[in-house]
């Protein structure tokens, strides 16, 4: 069964920088959509970026201009690099490929 693996979350400090990586272990018959989205405690999962077949995306407000998505196709594998980085950006990040759900990767932002 393919899985998604996420690496790249952690502790930075406000201003910094990270980037979220999600691989596929197994070939994907469908890549129309690859999205991230984020969890914060006490809060309700939010879509955070979207990246479509034909590479046109798609960002939440809160962080157009700071963060950006992309994928390698070949790897089966989409990224999202995030700049500028808030405290209020602290969640737990998840990759999707529908159907398919990352296991999450905790981002924390310290003021």
């Known amino acids: 069964q393919v899985q998604l693996l996420e690496s790249g979350g952690g502790l930075v400090q406000a201003g910094g920088s990270l980037r979220l990586s999600c691989a596929a272990s197994?070939?994907?018959?469908?890549?129309?959509?690859m999205a991230w989205y984020r969890q914060a405690p006490g809060s309700q999962r939010e879509l955070v970026a979207v990246i479509r077949s034909g590479g046109s995306t798609w960002y939440a407000d809160s962080v157009k201009g700071r963060f950006t998505i992309s994928r390698d196709r070949a790897k089966n594998t989409v990224y999202l690099q995030m700049n500028s980085l808030k405290p209020e950006d602290t969640a737990v990040y998840y990759c999707n490929i529908p159907p398919l759900w990352g296991q999450g990767t905790q981002v924390t932002v310290s003021s």
């Open positions: 197994g070939s994907i018959s469908s890549l129309n959509l």
